[in-house]
């Protein structure tokens, strides 16, 4: 293979270039070239005492290093690729709490227990609420005054909140708070929200907190819910308090952010691809919403943490490396994915990355996510047929999430 033709310097986690764009025609380079590659970073720059980290580009690699997490560790470095040079190594290590960052065997006990939360009977029972949640949140947005709208703020953020708000019972008031919080956590890279590492630390101790007094209420006064169900009779093989605690804090993003992004990018997808929006709006096709979660990539990238001396893609990677698996590259790979640079809401198979490639951390949600973007595209296709984009979309500036702050729309 030939080198790829990447400037000096270039970084897939650099948060400026992913405030601009996802950086698909240099994940293309490298795939054809170079499809694991070592990307030098000054030191420090992402809060890591190493130089760099080796990015994978293939979908058939990023699939082998999500399956393999006995040479691909989430433990050692979190699966965050890039916090900033501030960020000191306890607060870091204080990451290891969460589900998205243990290795098995904990990861295995303790997502054995959470994922009673998203059974095939948990997801069916709030269909019909989130049905009619949909339609309400489309119906207020289509009734505001001019006919004018952030789409991000008044239909694409309400939906994954009311849902994570119903799945485990926190009060729909109090989901606003939710939404302060999460934004918080993930916006410290954003200089238009001047929010410090520290306030977004802040952000997440709000939330622990917050779930934490939720489970010590339902140790006192058990209900027929599922806080109840996770956090009772902790000797019975169930969540504590702290584990809970942190359990909500990852729905906070991995549920909010995620779907929220996804149905923006859905959203601003369809309307500059007018012949799928017509498509859909025709013939509601049950293929769309993996298709939009693919076309979207709401994560980026994660990375893994190399347990041991290891082969890749032909390169020797070294015991205690990082390696950025890159789901954004892996969704555009043209030896998976027929024209994969064309939205095509009828694509059928799709086995994309964007849930995740396989192996333990395979999205817990994932059924709960096509839900609500299913629900909410038809309500949209209801109630606003004639929607269109008045702007192009703010981008948040971050280094893993492929986030949208703000997309103005009209109805037509």
Known sequence: MSCPALPDGFDFT??????????????AELRRAEPVRWIPQPANVAGFQDEGYWAVTRHADVKYVSTHPEIFSSYLNTAIIRFNERIHR??????RLILLNMDPPEHTRVRGIVQRVFTPRAIRALEERLRNRAHAIVETARTLPGGSFDFVTQVACELPLQAIAELIGIPQDDRAKIFDWSNKMISYDDPEYAISEQVGQESAMEVIA???????????????????????????????????????????VAGNETTRNAITHGMHAFLTHPDQWELYKAERPSTAAEEIVRWA?????????????????????KKGDRVGIFYAAANHDPEVFENPDVFDITRDPNPHLGFGGGGPHYCLGKSLAVLEIDLIFNAIADAMPTLRASGDPRRLRSAWINGVKELQVTLG
């Open 14 to 27: 650099d948060p400026d270039l992913l405030q601009s764009r996802v950086p698909l025609p240099e994940f």
């Open 297 to 317: 990539t709401p994560v980026n990238s994660f990375q893994r943490t190399a347990t041991q001396d290891t082969e890749l893609g032909g390169k020797q990677i």
């Open 210 to 252: 917050y779930a934490m007094n939720m489970a010590a209420d339902r140790k006192q006064c058990p209900a027929k819910d599922i806080v109840t169900t996770l956090v009772a009779a902790e000797d019975e093989g169930n969540l504590n308090s702290d584990e809970f605690g942190f359990f909500v804090l990852m729905l906070a």
């Open 90 to 95: 306890d607060a870091i290590d204080a990451q």
